[in-house]
């Protein structure tokens, strides 16, 4: 069985989300756990983009793997972490949205 490049992509940026938050927890990687999560995070999130890139193009795999990081950091960082809510930021979180699926539905 074959699994879709794509859910490889998802699932890739669901683990930089990952990344990103244990990173914060890591406090500079002083803290053994979070620190040794963060790199198993990095490893695998990393793993997986390299399996979605053997068949999705390099400029559309990349920036819709940053942007599933950017904005599920951003999201969990309002919800969970305190950062700001303002309007505007969300306008922006949309935005970046609106720019991941143009890039996927006008990829090849």
């Known amino acids: ?3 879709n490049p794509w859910i490889y992509l998802v699932v890739a940026g669901i683990m930089e989300v990952g990344w990103a938050v244990s990173l914060k927890y890591s406090e500079g990687f002083s803290q ?3 620190s040794i999560i963060t790199v198993l995070f990095m490893i695998l999130s990393l ?5 979605a ?6 400029g559309t795999g ?3 793997w940053t942007g599933i990081g950017a904005i599920g950091t951003a999201i969990i960082g309002m919800l969970l972490l ?3 809510k303002e309007i505007g930021r969300v306008i922006c979180i949309l935005v970046v949205i609106t720019g991941i699926l143009g890039l996927k539905f006008f990829s090849n």
Do not use: Q
């Open 1 to 3: 069985m074959t699994i």
């Open 32 to 34: 053994v756990i979070p």
């Open 47 to 51: 793993y997986l983009l390299s399996l």
């Open 53 to 58: 890139l053997k068949t999705i193009t390099i």
């Open 62 to 64: 990349y920036a819709i």
């Open 82 to 84: 305190g950062d700001s």
